[in-house]
């Protein structure tokens, strides 16, 4: 039943979710109310369904809010938000190099990386991803400027003082301004606080910056351009609230 607007697209999901097959949601729905256990019958078929079109399983949650009486919810918008993000990957000629590639960076490039390694940025920033694995220490050389205490604000537990999620840096090149507090404008101020505060080597020469920022910027990755594409604006009905820009 949702052959035709199975997509898999963000915009196949928000299909789903509003338009196309919501009579039959609408069905589902209304016989889930008198036979509880058709849900869980229903569920696990649209789940088939979206394995056999390689749509996944985040999808389930968005097609799920469509069964639910009040599906505009903060918890519900963050999850679609996450669902879409998951999906939002922007594969680059680093890729290429992970994959075997090695001609895939240029000398510079490939330089860069190696300071990368050596000067130990990897114990954080590390994985395919370049980091977003886990919380460190900001300033574990030396105390770091900053009033904010990172993760301590919310565990109260002594030991997370400064600690800050340990960000990815794919894409860093278009991620400015850098760090919590967005304090830093220029790649090149993050890179040389981080070589400062966080590791032993302390400062990269002239020659490995260059590198390491050479490095850095071949990270940024291809857009999907269909993925990330505005979706059309689906035609109201009879129930659809009037905007309330308030
Ligand atoms: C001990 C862990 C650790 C090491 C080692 C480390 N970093 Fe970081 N890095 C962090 C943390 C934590 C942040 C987030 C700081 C913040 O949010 O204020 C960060 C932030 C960054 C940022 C800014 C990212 C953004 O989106 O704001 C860059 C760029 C960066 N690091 C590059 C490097 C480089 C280059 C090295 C090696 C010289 C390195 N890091 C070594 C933990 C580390």
Same mark, same amino acid.
């Given at each position: 039943?949702?052959?035709?607007?199975?997509?898999?697209?963000?915009?196949?999901?928000?299909?789903?979710?509003?338009?196309?097959?919501?009579?039959? @949601?609408?069905?589902? =729905?209304?016989? $889930?109310?008198?036979?509880?256990?058709?849900?869980?019958?229903? %569920? &696990?078929?649209?789940?088939?369904? @979206?394995?056999?079109? =390689?749509?996944? $399983?985040?999808?389930?949650?968005?097609?799920?809010?469509?069964? %639910? &009486?009040?599906?505009?919810?903060?918890?519900?918008?963050?999850?679609?938000?996450?669902?879409?993000?998951?999906?939002l990957v922007t594969p680059g000629r680093f890729d290429k190099f992970l994959g075997?590639?090695?001609?895939a960076l240029?000398?510079?490039?490939?330089?860069?990386?190696?300071?990368?390694?050596?000067?130990?940025?990897?114990?954080?920033?590390?994985?395919p991803t370049v980091?977003?694995?886990?919380?460190?220490?900001?300033?574990?050389?030396?105390?770091?400027?900053?009033?904010?205490?990172?993760?301590?604000?919310?565990?109260?537990?002594?030991?997370?003082?400064?600690?800050?999620?340990?960000?990815s840096l794919r894409n860093i090149d278009k991620t400015?301004?850098?760090?919590?507090?967005?304090?830093?404008?220029?790649?090149?101020?993050?890179?040389?606080?981080?070589?400062?505060?966080?590791?032993?080597?302390?400062?990269?020469?002239?020659?490995?910056?260059?590198?390491?920022?050479?490095?850095l910027k071949s990270l940024t990755g291809e857009l999907p351009g269909?993925y990330i594409?505005?979706?059309?604006?689906?035609?109201?009905?009879?129930?659809?609230?009037?905007?309330?820009?308030?």
């Amino acid at each position: 039943m949702f052959s035709g607007t199975l997509v898999t697209s963000g915009q196949g999901i928000v299909e789903i979710a509003a338009t196309g097959p919501r009579t039959e @949601l609408g069905k589902i =729905g209304k016989q $889930a109310k008198a036979e509880p256990t058709m849900l869980q019958t229903e %569920t &696990r078929r649209i789940v088939r369904l @979206l394995a056999i079109t =390689g749509l996944g $399983a985040c999808c389930v949650v968005v097609v799920a809010f469509a069964l %639910t &009486r009040d599906p505009i919810t903060f918890a519900n918008v963050a999850r679609a938000i996450g669902a879409f993000e998951r999906k939002l990957v922007t594969p680059g000629r680093f890729d290429k190099f992970l994959g075997g590639d090695t001609s895939a960076l240029t000398d510079p490039e490939a330089k860069g990386l190696a300071a990368f390694m050596d000067a130990g940025c990897v114990a954080c920033h590390m994985g395919p991803t370049v980091g977003g694995t886990m919380y460190q220490k900001l300033g574990l050389m030396k105390p770091y400027p900053t009033k904010d205490e990172g993760r301590f604000q919310e565990t109260k537990n002594e030991a997370d003082k400064f600690f800050f999620k340990v960000p990815s840096l794919r894409n860093i090149d278009k991620t400015a301004p850098y760090f919590h507090d967005g304090s830093l404008p220029q790649l090149e101020d993050a890179v040389k606080v981080m070589v400062e505060y966080q590791t032993a080597k302390g400062k990269f020469s002239d020659e490995e910056l260059q590198n390491v920022l050479a490095f850095l910027k071949s990270l940024t990755g291809e857009l999907p351009g269909d993925y990330i594409k505005e979706p059309a604006a689906l035609p109201p009905s009879k129930t659809t609230p009037k905007p309330d820009p308030s």
